[in-house]
């Protein structure tokens, strides 16, 4: 897998439009397949990282979700963006590969959680990018993935809960429970940092 990834960064994007890209791989032509792979492949990645617990689960899902863009190209209608479209792919992908019992195994202990900020709002500024998506990227998979789906991709509970197969109670309290753990990786991190 790690060879496909290195092929693809390899390569430079053409003067192809969007337009022709769709069209060209609606008629299976090579060309706009391999200029879809190329200019469409790193921001794919940075999603499909985010859904992912490592580098090559994350290739795999990015090769899975090519493999069914190609696939499904000719149901995609200019209607809507066609990077949301494939993001959308991606996700559903992603969610595929992850173990829901994940959630009956993170529901447990709720009366634990703690609503209030325990840390003041400015520790976020001194935060950057990389960072922050590391510290996500260590959460459990049923916080980080509601996280990833209600935060990221601004998608609504009742969305969560019908995209996973959960309740929308399910989605709301793994997304609490997702935050009350980045506040205190973040405190961990800033306690460290004095």
């Known amino acids: 897998m790690s060879t496909f990834v290195a092929y693809i960064e390899s390569l430079n994007p053409s003067e192809l439009t969007e337009a022709d890209i769709i069209k060209g791989c609606q008629k299976g ?3 706009a ?5 190329v200019r469409y492949s790193p921001l794919l990645m940075t999603v499909s990282r985010r859904y992912s617990k490592d580098n090559e689960l994350a290739k795999d899902i990015l ?3 090519l493999i069914k863009v190609f696939k ?7 209607t809507g963006s066609f990077v949301g479209w494939m993001r959308r792919i991606l996700i559903n992908t992603a969610l595929q590969t992850f ?3 994940c959630f ?8 634990e959680l703690n609503l209030q900020p325990s840390m003041p709002p400015d520790v976020y500024d001194h935060l950057g990018e990389e960072e922050l998506l590391a510290l996500i990227d260590q959460l459990p998979e049923g916080f980080k993935q509601v996280f990833n789906l209600y935060v990221i991709e601004g998608m609504s509970h009742k969305e969560i809960a019908e995209m ?6 399910t989605s709301r309290s793994q997304l609490v429970r997702a935050r009350n753990s980045l506040r205190k990786m973040l405190t961990k991190r800033e306690k460290i940092r004095v």
């Open 63 to 65: 090769q899975e979700t």
């Open 33 to 37: 397949q391999k200029e879809l792979v």
């Open 99 to 101: 173990d829901k019992s």
């Open 104 to 111: 009956k195994r993170e529901i447990s202990g709720l009366g």
């Open 29 to 31: 032509d090579a060309r």
């Open 164 to 169: 996973l197969g959960v309740t929308e109670s």
């Open 72 to 78: 499904n190209i000719h149901k995609y209608k200019p």
